[in-house]
C-alpha cells in the first residue's frame, strides 16, 4: 500500500508542477496523460517491486500497448471489482479536480 501511495503522490504531485502556470486545457490534458501513464506503466514498477521481494520471478516486460479500455473503465468507475480499480477512478479525479482548481495564481494564464 506504501508503494501505491508513494506512486499516487508522485503523479499528483508532478502533475501540480507541470500545470502551475498553464490555462485549464493544458492543465486537463496534462492531468489526463498523467493518469494515463499512471495506469499503463505502474504494473511494471509494481514487479520491479516485487522482483527485489521474490528471487525466484525471472527480470521481465509485463506491460505492453496501453489499456485504453481499462483506462476509461478504472475513470469512469465502469469497472470496480478491486481496491486498485477503485484507487485508480480516485486518482483520476483527484488529478481533474487539481486541474480545475488550477494554481490559486490569480491574473492571465499563459
Given at each position: 500500500m506504501a508503494l501505491s501511495a508513494l506512486l499516487a503522490a508522485g503523479v499528483l504531485?508532478?502533475?501540480q508542477l507541470l500545470t502551475r502556470t498553464r490555462a485549464l486545457p493544458i492543465r486537463l490534458v496534462v492531468a489526463c496523460v498523467g493518469y494515463c501513464l499512471f495506469v499503463w506503466l505502474s504494473p511494471q514498477i509494481y514487479y520491479g517491486y516485487y522482483h527485489l521481494l521474490f528471487d525466484d520471478l525471472p527480470r521481465?516486460?509485463?506491460i505492453s500497448w496501453?489499456?485504453?479500455k481499462d483506462i476509461v473503465g478504472h475513470a469512469t468507475f465502469g469497472i470496480v471489482d478491486s481496491l486498485s480499480a477503485l484507487g485508480q477512478g480516485l486518482l483520476f479525479w483527484t488529478l481533474v479536480a487539481?486541474?480545475?482548481r488550477g494554481s490559486?495564481?490569480?491574473g492571465p494564464m499563459v
Open positions: 504531485s508532478s502533475a521481465q516486460w509485463v496501453p489499456p485504453v487539481l486541474a480545475v490559486g495564481r490569480r
